[in-house]
């Protein structure tokens, strides 16, 4: 099978703001991808393109081995999307409007089944406007995959979305993976990303900062992987500081937080040991996506200041 | 085909959801009939050509609902479709952009034949008002003035950005032709002037065609130029300008 999504170079702007610069990118069919970054890293102009509903300023897109700004035919048939600032007509009832949405394809899956699972069932004869953000939510999810397509698009799917149904919402996109469907998640929910996702492409103004899988991406962090604990009566926390593998030690609100590489556990708890001094509460952990980008976002700000003290008369890109 | 049935079914629902648009193509017209009718009555020579007031009124009252469905509805519905995202919405199925306008465009002529069907129902029952003798003539005419106002309709949709602005430039157009264009107020109880002004008003030479296949059984060919030159400069600027979000 072909490759599910290809992007080369693409590039956008709306006037003089770049939305999307020189991104390129290969999602394999069966993945979950993530696109993720904050407000205005230009994840939705990528996912606009993607769907043909805006044209490249420059580079390609290539989904499904189609082109989308062609509006080819078949693949609105194979594609299914979860749009931002998307609706529908506010007086249509939720039957309605899976009936219609029905009638645009030559196989659906069984409406009743969908809304009894995302107990919209009673909400049959509701109008949407009627619905409450999270019922319209669910409305849009149902109808993103109703038609069984073989990739499916979901821009910040969370958004609105209780507790209940975002755990519904991963359950889901991990049964659409196992049944063989692409799934391309736009979030800025770092937590949702990491769970889901087997690769992300990190965007930042437009460009993509990095790409591959999360749990990757955290391993190329200089301190992947963190200890925190109460700080024992007249506990000295500056020697740690030279333990195997530390990087980083500091004390907030009665307690002590060190980064560092692999073993870090182990170089922690023998220090504490032959410290004999032993702590009430020893939590140890890997870093996170979110911790990812905030170093990256870091970073890259740092950089830009440089570049630009460098190049005054430069305009920010 | 199966798409396009269900959207025209599902949107026919919906206009018919929407209290103003119905109110101003069912029960505004029929509220001039039976108002104007129960003030100046169906006497024989209440209006020129030895044919009662509410009979000479009738086709006004038709034309009425044209420029109702051409100027507000239409404009509207596509607004309200543009800002409130559905037509994106709608880009990213198999349907055709064609086929939502189209289903539009079908569901405004229905509900104008709709429209005509009770007013004229309504006014042989209430008024003993004649029917056309030339029926298929006066469909034509009917067809062809709505066709033409549906394509100002799309026009007006395509350039105006906002629902609120649709709304506003609607009611601007509308309201000076509602009275001023023989719909609401036969013309034969204008001044000769305003007569003669009136003609810049697209929705008097609907009213003049209507009545003239009606009334007189008689084909308005400079009326219906205007309307064919008007609706297909407006189709072909729509559809030069017309974006989906």
Known sequence: MDTALSIQSLRKTYGATVAVDDLSLKVEPGEIFGLIGPNGAGKTTTVECLLGLRRPDAGSVQVLGMTPQDNPPDLAHRVGAQLQEAALPSRITVAEALDLFGSFYSETRAPDALLDRWGLADERTTPFEALSGGQQQRLFVILAFLHNPDLVVLDEISTGLDPEARRDTRDLIRELRAEGTTVVLVTHFMDEAQALCDRVALLHEGRCVALDAPAALIDRLDAPYRVRFAAPPAFDPAPLRDADGVTQVARRDGEVRVRGREDLLTSVVRHLAAQNAIPDDLHAERATLEDVFLTIANDLSSTQVQTEALHPEKEPS | ?245
């Open chain 2, 1 to 245: 085909m199966k798409a396009f049935l269900t959207l025209t079914w599902t949107e026919t629902k919906l206009f018919l959801r929407e209290p103003m648009a119905t109110f101003f193509t069912v029960a505004f017209p029929l509220l001039l009939l039976f108002a104007f009718g129960a003030i100046f009555g169906n006497g024989p020579g209440s209006a020129p050509g030895e044919v009662g007031y509410t009979t000479y009124a009738l086709p006004g009252y038709v034309a009425l609902t044209i420029g109702s469905l051409g100027l507000l509805g239409l404009p509207t519905a596509l607004a309200v479709y543009r800002d409130q995202g559905i037509l994106r919405r709608f880009r990213v199925t198999p349907l055709r952009p064609a086929a939502v306008l189209g289903a539009q465009a079908v569901v405004h002529l229905a509900m104008l034949i709709a429209s005509t069907l009770l007013l004229t129902g309504a006014a042989l029952w209430v008024f003993r008002v004649p029917l056309p003798e030339r029926l298929l003539l006066t469909l034509g005419a009917l067809l062809l003035a709505g066709l033409s106002f549906l394509a100002v309709g799309f026009l007006l949709g395509a350039v105006l950005p906002t629902v609120r602005a649709a709304q506003a430039v609607g009611n601007a157009l509308f309201f000076p032709m509602l009275f001023l264009s023989g719909a609401a107020i036969p013309q034969f109880l204008f001044p000769e002037w305003l007569k003669t002004t009136s003609l810049a008003l697209p929705l008097t030479h609907a009213a003049r065609l209507l009545q003239a296949a009606w009334l007189q059984g008689q084909w308005n060919g400079s009326s219906s130029l205007v309307l064919v030159g008007m609706g297909v400069a407006c189709a072909g600027v729509g559809a030069y300008v017309f974006r989906w979000t």
